[in-house]
């Protein structure tokens, strides 16, 4: 029976082509089953993931955080920041050796792309907002 996964974050600025996991947490790209699994059985997940546009309206497709359901206890807010860390500043570093190399980087070069989104699913399906300038709830629709 496959393990069930929760959403942690959403990552509107990186568009990952394969996973990459570490122990109870996942950050998976736009089309893993996991993510679109959880987007099948909640409204809040299913508009917040399809809702994503760039400057230009074209459609962005996120990446995700995601915590496997029987993570421990310890598995925190801050074991998910170390290991959106880990993987921005091995991503960075690699971006950075392939610019100064003369190559072109296929990875995002600046840590900022790893940040997450405000907006998160909530448990009743809803949206709520928390950061450092925001606190709000709203309609999936």
């Keep these: 029976m496959p393990l069930d996964w929760n959403l942690a974050y959403?990552?509107?600025?990186?568009?990952?082509?394969?996973?990459?996991?570490?122990g109870p947490l996942a950050l998976v790209p736009p089309g893993d089953s996991r993510l679109v699994?959880?987007?099948?059985?909640?409204?809040?997940?299913?508009?917040?993931?399809?809702?994503?546009t760039?400057?230009?309206?074209e459609k962005i497709e996120p990446s995700a955080i995601l915590i496997?359901?029987?993570?421990?206890?310890?598995?925190?807010?801050?074991?998910?920041?170390?290991?959106?860390?880990?993987v921005a500043i091995a991503s960075v570093i690699d971006a950075a050796s392939f610019?100064?190399?003369?190559g072109r980087a296929g990875?995002?070069?600046?840590?900022n792309y790893f940040d997450p989104h405000a907006f998160m699913a909530t448990k009743?399906?809803?949206?709520?907002?928390?950061?450092?300038t925001s606190m709000e709830v709203n309609h999936p629709e």
Excluded: M
């Design 99 to 102: 610019q100064y190399s003369g």
């Design 54 to 57: 760039d400057q230009f309206a």
């Design 107 to 111: 990875y995002p070069q600046w840590s």
């Design 10 to 22: 959403i990552l509107p600025h990186t568009h990952f082509e394969e996973p990459i996991e570490h």
């Design 124 to 132: 009743d399906d809803e949206l709520a907002a928390r950061s450092l």
């Design 37 to 52: 699994e959880l987007a099948s059985t909640s409204r809040g997940v299913a508009s917040l993931i399809s809702r994503f």
């Design 68 to 86: 496997r359901s029987d993570a421990p206890k310890g598995i925190d807010f801050y074991a998910v920041v170390r290991f959106r860390n880990a």
